[in-house]
RNA sequence: GACCCCGUAGCUCAGCAGGAUAGAGCGCAGGAUUCCUAAUCCUGAGGCCAUGAGUUCGAAUCUCAUCGGGGUCACCA
């Protein structure tokens, strides 16, 4: 139950009785939020400001014939119109009392709105070269893609969470030239890496694992002979190495979509090519020198290239290079044409900032290679800073300067890695600092958040244990005298908890998870106050063996609040602990 | 030179399909603990929403310039 959408759907319906002339498009402008200001009511709506200029009407007169509307209703205390023409609703008591009665029925699906109707959606995410570890660079995008793929699977989406694995171009040749000299290395060779090969650790169990199984056999064939061995099996390693990183990140895919299955005569990236070189989307032609960028290996020549122009990129693309190959965003136009025909109409990909200049031609591809049907959404994450207390933080063993994956988590743990990067939107640079996030205190949201699900366990167990004779399992609770929490804490509190279905349907919308993380925040904040209260007022105290039946009502107030604690920690990945330790 | 992102309190950041008096945490100044976890709470000070114009009933939010920070810029992935 979204009361807010209730609202501005009765809203919606009162302006087109009154005004049959208005448009569905101007009335679906009106909307219903929550007033910043608590003087102005429970709901506030802009409608009649919103409506008076193309009726040509004041808008205070609309305002009051609206507000006359809903004079009558059941649930309204009260409605005003106030400023410029706005309508502040003031909500019948019992509207907030069926509220949290919802949450106690609906429970794992309270804020479950239904927006994606089993629509298909592919999020692509992380997508890392499989040339090593991840890094902490791969890890923003991961817990965001993963995090966002969550949230539209709980609005409604057949999500499909996608790795496209970049297993074809040269550095995976590069890959398997350094992991035949950890062969090498491995048959008792003193070798040297050279400069421009992979020198990481992570290639000796490789190079070990390939004498293991060819002993010397490899060791005097050409090259040509052995490279698709050794890339088959360094590549099938590197990526056990990438799942086993994302896995202790709390992240899955669904598909590994490997770039090698696009190439080869025949394959998709000819066919696509052909499919728009019919449309008129290929052709032969020059490019122009670009400006300010190093330039001394231009070379002006005649190359195939993709019409991106026409869907609004700045200039064409070149689809094959001077070596006669594909380049990368060949294969990836037959890709994302390869989605396009597995059913997919909507498309999200999560890139790194270094990827900022490659957005608009790949929206270009997009279009193109569903002819206008498919839409795609590119989120950018920006770099994460890692600090220590301030400082720069390097900590890096096993591969250079990297910072890797896997340290991070083992030095700050899943949930506090995930929940600082979903506590930032994904578009704006962020400081990641290490002492910060190992700490529990309050400016530590993660833990606050942590805490305040905590303490809901930790009510529930207090009110066991004290008052035995009670009952406070699911069932009696959901029969809970609801009416008694009458008192301006206690309505505060459920006001907090109507809003967790609007912000989910908001954060879906705009594909921004990181307003589910704030959301916590401001909810934790709610119940950690409403606590507090009781240190004054004892009859604010969840546990009140004075009074019985106010104390049933309030462990349902703290079920439904752990409830919607849980459920957004969910979407997040990240766990509910019933205690602290 | 072009394009993309960012510029909001001393610091780190929310708010942006236009809405009423711009928010939170940290830090700073005070206060609360025989009482459900003080891992918490309460009060206060702190702002020309980078700058300038425009759009309109109304702009932190939309448009355009300018300044500042970051990123990217044929064939790499």
Redesign the pocket.
Known sequence: MDIFADFAARVAAALKTLYPEASDELIA?A?VEP???P???DL?S?AA??V??PLGKN?REIAVALAAHFKEAADVESVEV?????L?FRLDEPVWHRVLKSIDVLGNDFGKIDLGRGEKVNVEYVSA?PTGPMHVGHTRGAVFGDALASLLAYTGYDVTREYYI?D????VDVLAQSAFLRYRQALGEVVEIPKGLYPGDYLIPVGEHLAEQYAGTLRWKPEAEWLPIVKDRVLSMMMDLVRTDLANLGVAHDVFFS?RQLHGQGGDIDTTLDWLREKGLVYQGR?DR????T?Q???D?E?TLFRATQYGD?ID??L????GSY???AADIAYHRNKYLRGFKHMINVLG????????RLKAAVKAVSDGEADIDVK?C??VRLLKNGEPFKMSKRSGDLVLLSDLVGEVGVDATRFMLL???N?????FDFALVKE????NPV??VQ?AH??T???LR?AESELPALDFSREELSIAPLELLVSPADLELIKVLAQWPRTVA?AA?AH?P??IA?YL?ELA?AF????????EDKT????NPEDLKLTVARLALVGAVRQVLVNGLTVLGVSAPD???
């Open positions: 402008r909307v007033p910043r200001d003087g102005h009511g506030s802009n400001m919103v008076a200029k808008p106030a400023g410029p023409g706005f502040n070269n970049n074809a171009g040269g550095q770039e490019l670009p400006k300010g960028a330039d290996d231009w070379e020549r190359q700045d693309r070149p094959v290079k001077s070596d380049t990368y965003f900032a270094d990827h900022s200049g490659y957005v608009s950018i920006q770099l506590y930032r939107r578009d704006a640079a962020m400081d529990q205190t309050r400016d833990f606050y805490y905590a303490r366990c930790s009510v207090m908001a919308l921004e990181h307003r704030f925040y904040g950690h106050s409403f606590w507090a209260k009781g240190k604010l105290r969840f546990v205690e602290l330790s």
